[in-house]
């Protein structure tokens, strides 16, 4: 398996003895980090510097993590993908970071090791998003035609498969739980509780069922996932 690209990462965090842990284990795994202790220095460097992912506090000094977001969506010249920590865990707490432009959202405590794959697969998905192909093993992409390539042979999936098949690719290697699944299928129109799982069973009738081996995962109790194997 390839070994994962180094990453050049913003961290904001005011509580020194956290930003150390994370910079600490991160640089060991060949991440380059930056720091800063309050949110307009952070801003700051967020708009001067080039960066593949900041690590943002939400609570933090003079200006807090969703105004600091809010600041660097309005005032950068390129979407910069943003992983929020935070001792809150309510839902509404988590829907505010994601108004304002959060990409994603850790709860503290977290362990490092879930830090460093939600860091790695924020930065892929996003490099993806900017690609108008996408290329998985087996299986290609296409986001500009809308078709799907297995082995060479285009795939006959319905507006639906195509959808949850894209956003399965786009997360990969991150599982992506069911809840998350119907929240970008259908936003927030009330749907059958039986309805992903007639879509998924229809997708891996055309996506697994001529070929050799499934590429489409159940991880029970959780949600879906690509299986591409290493080649």
Same mark, same amino acid.
């Given at each position: 398996?390839n070994?994962?690209?180094?990453?050049?990462?913003?961290?904001?965090?005011d509580e020194?003895?956290?930003a150390?842990?994370?910079?600490?284990?991160?640089?060991?795994?060949?991440?380059?980090?930056?720091f800063? *202790?309050?949110?307009?220095?952070? &801003?700051?460097l $967020? #708009?001067? =510097?080039?960066? /593949?992912?900041? !690590?943002?506090?939400l609570n933090?000094? *003079?200006m807090?993590?969703?105004? &600091?977001?809010? $600041? #660097?969506? =309005?005032?950068? /010249?390129?979407? !910069?993908?943003?992983?929020?920590l935070?001792?809150?865990d309510?839902?509404?707490?988590?829907? $505010?970071?994601f108004?304002v432009?959060?990409?994603?959202?850790l709860?503290?405590?977290f362990?490092?090791?879930?830090?460093?794959?939600?860091?790695? $697969?924020l930065?892929?998905?996003?490099?993806?998003q900017?690609?108008?192909?996408?290329?998985?093993?087996?299986?290609?992409?296409?986001?500009?035609?809308?078709i799907?390539?297995?082995?060479?042979?285009?795939?006959?999936?319905?507006?639906?498969?195509?959808?949850?098949?894209l956003?399965?690719?786009?997360?990969?290697p991150?599982?992506?739980?069911?809840?998350?699944?119907?929240?970008?299928?259908?936003?927030?129109?009330?749907?059958?509780?039986?309805?992903?799982?007639?879509?998924?069973?229809?997708?891996?009738?055309?996506?697994?069922?001529?070929?050799?081996?499934?590429?489409?995962?159940?991880?029970?109790?959780?949600?879906?996932?690509?299986e591409?194997?290493?080649a």
């Amino acid at each position: 398996m390839n070994k994962p690209a180094a990453l050049q990462v913003l961290l904001i965090e005011d509580e020194l003895s956290i930003a150390k842990n994370i910079a600490g284990y991160m640089e060991q795994k060949g991440h380059i980090f930056d720091f800063a *202790g309050n949110g307009k220095q952070g &801003l700051a460097l $967020a #708009l001067q =510097q080039h960066y /593949d992912l900041i !690590i943002l506090d939400l609570n933090l000094p *003079g200006m807090d993590g969703l105004q &600091l977001c809010t $600041a #660097l969506r =309005q005032q950068a /010249d390129r979407h !910069i993908p943003l992983l929020m920590l935070t001792a809150r865990d309510s839902i509404d707490d988590k829907l $505010a970071g994601f108004h304002v432009g959060t990409d994603d959202y850790l709860t503290k405590p977290f362990s490092l090791q879930e830090l460093e794959v939600r860091c790695l $697969a924020l930065s892929r998905r996003h490099l993806l998003q900017q690609q108008h192909t996408i290329t998985l093993g087996p299986l290609v992409l296409d986001k500009q035609r809308r078709i799907a390539k297995r082995d060479g042979q285009q795939l006959a999936l319905n507006v639906m498969g195509y959808n949850i098949l894209l956003l399965l690719a786009e997360a990969y290697p991150q599982v992506v739980s069911r809840s998350e699944l119907s929240q970008h299928l259908w936003r927030d129109e009330p749907t059958e509780s039986d309805a992903l799982r007639s879509h998924i069973y229809q997708l891996r009738t055309v996506l697994d069922k001529p070929f050799a081996y499934p590429l489409l995962k159940t991880v029970f109790g959780v949600g879906f996932t690509l299986e591409i194997a290493a080649a």
